[in-house]
C-alpha cells in the first residue's frame, strides 16, 4: 500500500500579520466560566523537567521483558516533536514492542486533513505487521488516539492516555491560549467532528497525576462513563514522556488483556 505524503505542521501557523491579530484576539479571549487550570505552584513545577537531560543519563530503569510483542504507536502532545517521546520509544523497544511515530510531525492541532492522514497512518501499521494497535497518546496526542479508535476501532487494541485533557471544560488547563493562537480556532469548536467525551469502543485507560501543572487532574482522569480506568502517578505533565513511573504504567498496560 502507498504511503500518502504527510501534511506540512507548520501550514497551520500563521503566517500573515492578519492572521497573527486574529490569533492574538484568540488568544486574549475571556474565560466565560472562569475555570482555569492547575495551581501556579503545579505550574512552577513543570520547570523541573528542564533537568532531565541532566538527570537521564545517571538514571537506571529496570525494563522486564513483554511476554508478547506489541505494536505500539506514540502520539506527541501540543507543540512537541515525536522526539520528545524518543526516550520511552526507546524503553518499550527494550521491552520487546515494536514501537512507531504517528507520522505527522510536530503537533499543532486538529484539521480534517492531518486526522485522515493519521487514520491512513493507523491502518497502515496494521496490515504491516498484523495485529491491533496500542495508541499511546500524550496531552493533545491523546485526544487524537481517542478520535481515530472511534473511527476505527477494528484496528486498535487499546488506547492509553497521558494527562490528556478529554473531560470536563476544555479551558480547564494552562495552555488554551496558546492552542488557540497556534491553531486558530477555540479549544472548544475544533475544525472536526469529534466529542472528546464520548469513550471509544476499546479498552481506555487515563493515565493522570495530581501534580500535573498544565492539564486540570480531573480532565485527564475523566468520568466512568468517559473512559474503563484511571491510573493516578506522579508526575509533572512534561515528565510523562520520560518518569520511570509513567513507562512503567505503559508497560503495564500494554500486558493486560
Known amino acids: ?17 492578519e492572521e497573527l491579530a486574529l490569533r492574538w484576539e484568540l488568544a486574549r479571549e475571556p474565560d466565560p466560566e472562569a475555570n482555569g487550570g492547575p495551581k501556579l505552584l503545579y505550574l512552577v513545577g513543570e520547570l523541573s523537567h528542564l533537568a532531565e ?14 511476554s508478547a510483542c506489541r505494536t505500539v504507536m506514540l502520539l506527541p502532545g501540543f507543540a512537541t516533536h515525536p522526539v520528545r517521546m524518543r526516550y520511552m520509544a526507546r524503553l518499550l523497544e527494550q521491552a520487546g514492542h ?5 507520522g505527522l510531525g510536530f503537533n499543532f492541532g486538529p484539521t480534517e486533513e492531518n486526522v485522515q492522514y493519521l487514520e491512513r497512518r493507523l491502518i497502515e501499521v496494521h496490515e504491516r505487521y498484523g495485529r491491533e494497535v496500542y495508541l499511546v497518546g500524550w496531552s493533545l496526542g491523546g485526544l487524537f488516539a481517542r478520535e481515530i479508535a472511534k473511527r476505527h476501532p ?3 487494541a487499546k488506547v492509553i492516555t497521558m494527562g490528556s485533557p478529554f473531560s470536563g471544560n476544555p479551558r480547564a488547563n494552562n495552555a488554551w491560549r496558546a492552542y488557540q493562537f497556534v491553531t486558530g480556532h477555540r479549544v472548544d469548536q475544533p475544525p472536526i467532528e469529534a466529542n472528546l467525551r464520548e469513550k471509544p469502543p476499546v479498552p481506555t485507560v487515563a493515565l ?6 498544565i492539564v486540570s487532574p480531573r480532565s485527564a482522569r475523566g ?8 491510573v493516578a502517578l506522579r508526575c509533572t505533565h512534561l515528565g510523562f514522556t520520560s518518569s520511570p513511573q509513567a513507562i512503567h504504567a505503559v508497560l503495564r498496560e500494554l500486558e493486560a488483556d
Open 1 to 17: 500500500m502507498a504511503t500518502l505524503p504527510a501534511p506540512s505542521s507548520f501550514a497551520q501557523l500563521p503566517t500573515t500579520r
Open 53 to 66: 537531560p541532566v538527570v537521564r543519563p545517571f538514571r537506571r530503569v529496570d525494563i522486564p521483558n513483554a
Open 98 to 102: 515494536k514501537v512507531k511515530r504517528w
Open 154 to 156: 477494528e484496528l486498535v
Open 208 to 213: 493522570w497525576s495530581p501534580r500535573d501543572g
Open 223 to 230: 468520568r466512568e462513563s468517559e473512559r474503563d480506568r484511571a
